[in-house]
């Protein structure tokens, strides 16, 4: 060996030993195959679940196909290990679960998701139009954190329910479809703007009573009685004929719009997705995928594994189908009863206590173009791996879930041990802006949860960007987690 050779072997070593070192999905992953299967059947789950509604209904359907049993309609009084049953919450949240060989009361291992993503909801009365110009609209009232201004231009489908007078519903789901006509909140040209727009602030370049969808046009004059511009009248006339509806029906309807675009591959070599809704079905869909493969291969746990898709957390966890309500403690007293125990609040106090739950949610990645925003070191790469988040929240961690470092070292050793490919997290810089995800709910239960991702470009915008590389290692980790990880005295902090 020669002596620049040595060198250079030496100094590896000291790297290896001293320093972490980031580490890039892609060369670990293999052959491209597998990858590209499991994208386009996650791309093919985005365009066809943009609400929550729609992503219950088609989990309920791919956890039956897998073999799990409806908790809901079904009488089931025991599981035996290996079985899986599955939970849905006012067709708004479900839950998954795979019965492992100790009991319930042991606790269980469980991802944390949601499955609501920031969109527009339309208004409780929102028809209305222009007398002068004809046109009618869709008034709306976004929902979650958006940037407005990226809202508009752009071809909007309408999901959702409308539950008529007389109790039954009508489902709506309109745009999505080459042929299907769209919905699209008209800018001002910029040969106009100069006066009225230019000069506000980007987040008020289009204000919230501007989020005007266009919904139709007629004629452009006032009905005689009514006192309305006549193209309403029109408006309502269609929906009557299409939903049989009338407009005090939208009162107790939850209509929103969606951007309609499908998903689609992004860059030359397709490594990238760009798609609607991926804050937060794509940890959803990793969690699910990871859950049914044990299922399919008949993986009985030690532990029990689940996975549970709250509803409402972009708004917050507020409301009976968020991380906050009780049907989380509802889900762990059905668990308990399942596996013969009984249901008794001690019970459920020290089932929640051995439980560790990952809160998968996305996070933003680096994005090139704004590099300032956050610190080099404690920020995710798009393709680096599944995101470990110790802490969320603001300012002085305010609102945070902090994890202890007894958690981290359990899940930290799992992945390392496992294989799993994973970097640290924060949201942004010291004080440069922050964000939180259901996880500080489930510590409220004496749960030992931690916050894990997968990092996004363009969060909450109307196409997010994800890698495909993340996706298969997220399905890998979640997977090493529900069939492997063990609560040690360790990682409980050696508490009792
Ligand atoms: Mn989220
Ligand atoms: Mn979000």
């Not at 006339?237 to 929103?256: I, P």
């Not at 189908?321 to 007293?333: G, K």
């Amino acid at each position: 060996m020669t002596g620049k050779v040595a060198k250079k072997a030496v100094r590896k070593v000291v790297k290896d030993r001293y320093s972490w070192e980031r580490r890039w999905t892609a060369p670990e992953m293999g052959g491209k195959e597998g990858i590209e299967e499991l994208a386009s059947d996650y791309m093919g789950h985005l365009s066809r679940c943009r609400t929550e509604r729609e992503a219950v209904a088609y989990w309920k359907e791919a956890l039956l196909g897998a073999g799990f049993i409806d908790g809901d309609c079904t009488q089931v009084s025991r599981l035996s290990p290996g079985d899986g049953i599955f939970f849905t919450n006012r067709g708004k949240a479900i839950s998954a679960f795979i019965a492992g060989s100790e009991g319930p009361d042991a606790g269980v291992n469980i991802i944390v998701t949601h499955l609501d993503s920031p969109r527009l909801d339309l208004k409780p009365l929102p028809i209305d139009g222009d007398k002068d110009t004809g046109l009618s609209f869709l008034k709306t009232h976004y929902y979650g954190g958006i940037k407005k201004y990226q809202w508009v231009n752009i071809p909007l489908s309408l999901h959702g329910r409308v539950v008529r007078s007389d109790g039954s519903f009508a489902d709506i789901r309109l745009g999505d479809g080459p042929d299907e006509p769209v919905f699209v909140i008209p800018d001002l040209a910029p040969h106009l703007s100069r006066k009225v727009q230019d000069g506000r602030r980007l987040m008020e370049g289009i204000k919230g009573e501007e989020l005007l969808a266009l919904s139709g046009m007629g004629r452009a004059d006032m009905e005689k009685d009514e006192g309305r511009p006549s193209v309403v009248r029109q408006v309502l006339e269609h929906l009557n004929k299409e939903y049989g509806m009338v407009e005090e029906d939208l009162v107790s309807s939850e209509l929103c719009l969606v951007p309609s675009w499908p998903p689609r591959d992004v860059g030359l070599d397709r490594g990238l997705i760009g798609a609607y809704g991926q804050d937060n079905r794509i940890s959803s869909y990793c969690a699910m995928r990871a859950l049914m493969d044990m299922k399919r291969h008949q993986i009985g746990p030690k532990r029990w594994g689940g996975v549970i898709c709250f509803d409402k957390e972009e708004t917050g966890s507020e409301g009976n189908t968020s991380a906050r309500s009780m049907s989380l403690e509802l889900t762990f007293y059905r668990l308990l009863e399942l596996a013969g125990q009984r249901g008794r609040r001690r019970d459920l106090s020290g089932s929640l206590r051995s439980s560790f739950a990952l809160s998968a949610d996305v996070k933003s990645g680096v994005n090139p173009v704004f590099k300032g925003v956050q610190d080099p070191t404690n920020s995710a790469r798009l393709g680096a791996g599944l995101t470990i988040t110790k802490y969320t929240g603001r300012g002085g961690k305010s609102g945070a879930n902090d994890a202890s470092a007894e958690m981290v070292s359990g899940i930290r050793r799992l992945f390392n041990k496992e294989g799993i490919i994973w970097q640290m997290q924060e949201t942004g810089k010291v004080d440069m802006g922050g964000g939180g995800t259901v996880a500080k709910f489930l510590g409220e239960r004496n749960m030992d949860v931690l916050d894990v991702g997968i990092p996004l470009l363009s969060m909450h915008s109307p196409l997010e960007v994800s890698a495909k590389v993340d996706l298969s290692m997220a399905v890998k980790g979640f997977k090493a987690f529900l069939e492997k990880y063990q609560v040690d005295p360790i990682s409980r902090g050696g508490a009792p």
